[in-house]
């Protein structure tokens, strides 16, 4: 009797062991991906948009998950997942980027590879079909980390990436966002400081961003932005802002934000979770939780972020009602969600 009682208690505790392991399985590679948070209500969605969304968010990971899977680098996976958002008019980066006061697109980018910690962005940039990539090339090919502007797009164009006119960048949605965000305007004035909440009105965050672990355990993250609908005075976000928007670190985490740029400016978020991971051993969803409500939110602003650590457990943490995101695994199992309480 005693015997059967002994190898029960052995049994049951080798259960244990099994399924601690498993929750904790270290996995080899994973991708996650955004296409902005914001308000996104359910019964402000048609079903066709939504599906669209979904589509959009379940083609545009698979290309990353694919060049990870294949053994490629993460930065390959981050690179070629956020062209395939920039050229979706869906998302507010690249084609389909939200206009300026002045009626213009200037996209900003950035991207961090976690093993070097080089980093490279470019802010404001009006011509660049793909601004990531510009991003990219400025940390492999210039003793710049970020760019701005004019000499930007002219960097981009000695390094032989695609040019495109304005005209290019324009849709009939961005065009009608700002209209109304003009009317607003008149109505409420225009804003004058940081906690203007005026100035948020309506704002939905189409920013997207990538971030990945590859099979050689190398992090990185990206993020491109056209900014704010109705931005003034050439306005620089956090998308461009390593340690705001974009942060990568293989000893934590890569991290990507979207929401409203100052204030992820204001509490350096990115890198504030990778630095309370490193600094205090929180996971990365207790120091993402921590960062965007306890920070971000206390501060007053809102938005979310995506993240995966060096062991590829993720985040995708918000304090709004929707951020498009999805994630793979190295099994392939896909989960792409919209809204937060999903
Ligand atoms: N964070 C971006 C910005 O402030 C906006 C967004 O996430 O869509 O420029």
């Not at 930007?152 to 065009?175: G, P």
């Amino acid at each position: 009797m005693k015997k059967l009682i002994l190898l029960i208690l052995a049994f049951t505790l080798l259960g244990c062991f099994k399924t601690s392991k498993n929750k904790f399985e270290k996995q080899s590679f994973g991708i996650v991906i955004h296409g902005g948070a914001g308000t996104i209500l359910k019964k402000n969605m048609t079903k066709e948009k939504e599906k669209e969304y979904r589509q959009a968010l379940s083609e545009a990971i698979r290309i990353g998950y694919d060049v990870l899977k294949n053994g490629g680098p993460s930065k390959a996976a981050v690179e070629k997942t956020i062209n395939y958002m920039e050229d979706s008019p869906l998302f507010n980066a690249g084609k389909g980027g939200v206009l300026t006061s002045e009626g213009t697109i200037e996209l900003d980018a950035s991207f961090m590879d976690g093993k070097t910690l080089n980093a490279g962005a470019v802010s404001g940039v009006k011509k660049v079909k793909n601004p990531i990539s510009a991003a990219i090339k400025v940390m492999e090919e210039s003793p710049h980390v970020m760019l701005s502007g004019q000499g930007a797009d002219i960097f981009s164009q000695i390094h032989n990436l695609e040019i495109v006119d304005q005209d290019y960048f324009f849709t009939e949605r961005r065009i009608n966002g700002l209209k109304r965000l003009q009317n607003v305007e008149k109505l409420k004035g225009v804003y004058k400081t940081q906690n203007d909440r005026s100035f948020l009105e309506n704002q939905r965050y189409g920013t997207v961003g990538c971030v990945a672990l590859d099979k050689s355990g190398n992090l990185a993250a990206g993020t491109s932005t056209g900014g704010m609908t109705n931005k003034k005075w050439n306005r620089i976000g956090d998308a461009p802002i390593i340690g705001a928007g974009t942060y990568a670190n293989n000893l934590t985490c890569a991290i990507s934000a979207t929401g409203w740029g100052e204030f992820f400016i204001r509490a350096v978020v990115a890198h504030d979770i990778s630095a309370i991971m490193e600094y205090k051993g929180l996971s990365i969803q207790e120091a993402a939780y921590e960062v965007i409500h306890n920070k971000v939110g206390a501060l007053g602003g809102n938005g979310g972020i995506i993240g995966i650590d060096n062991n590829g457990n993720i985040a995708m943490e918000m304090n709004t009602s929707g951020m498009y995101r999805a994630h793979m695994n190295q099994e392939g199992k896909l989960d792409v969600k919209i809204y937060k309480d999903e």
